[in-house]
């Protein structure tokens, strides 16, 4: 789903008044404010975690918190994010795990396959290209039982907006995707205009062809850096 805001939407739908959700404290900048600031505004609360010590991620859970939020590749640092052990402690406490794969992209990181359950990213960047849009997207994993641990209300529970319908028992695997649609959009709006959403998508065709010249050019830079008699040690991506 293309739009712009796309962490609010997220939020929007998963969380009430009183949450809380668990937040990488490696993050980019404009999450890290969102999360202490605006979001307060709307009563949710986050919790810091440290991608350092995952421990601190299990030790943060309470009966309040709604979701796990990461970055695939943290931005700025390049830190790379185990999402897979992040996946698990998600999954014991039976809350969606959203990564933001905008660093990464999709051509370098398919966190779903890693067991995310939402991607959030940034359109605006590697995946439009070309500077001349702005935008996010929202990609459901439909991998996620949004009713077995009732910590999801607003897709397992009747909506009364639309005749006490059960979002995840009528949409199945997709809900989140028709929630973000149907509560997310309906009420605080950002649809990407089209002119705006077809740049993008033009853009998008490339990704692939500019990825792989972006990973050479910043190779060949780690490369002369490590070389590079003033450098005691080089890496690529944290690794
Ligand atoms: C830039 C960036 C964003 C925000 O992008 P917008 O296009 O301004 O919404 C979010 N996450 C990461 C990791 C980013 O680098």
Known sequence: MLLAMQRNWV???LLQPGDEFIASNKLYGGSINQFNHSFK?????????????????ENAITD?????????????????TDIEAIAKIAKKAGIPLIVDNTMATPYLCRSIE???????ESLTKFLGGHGNSMGGIIVDGGNFDWSASGKC????????????????????????AIACRVLGLRDLGAAISPF??????????????RMERHCQNAQKVAEWLS???????GSLCGA
């Open 114 to 120: 890693h067991g995310a359950n939402i991607i959030v």
């Open 153 to 176: 209300p607003m897709l397992s529970e009747p909506r009364p907006e639309y005749s006490n319908m059960v979002l995840h028992e009528t949409f199945g695997n997709f809900a989140f």
């Open 11 to 13: 939020f929007h739908t």
């Open 64 to 80: 309040k918190t709604k979701a796990i939020f990461i970055e695939s590749l943290a931005n700025p640092g390049g830190i790379v």
């Open 196 to 209: 705006n959403a077809f740049q993008t998508l033009t853009g998008i065709e490339t990704l692939p062809l």
């Open 41 to 57: 505004n709307f009563g949710w609360n986050v919790v810091w975690a440290d991608t350092d010590d995952l421990s601190t991620f």
């Open 227 to 233: 070389g590079h008699e003033a450098i005691e040690s």
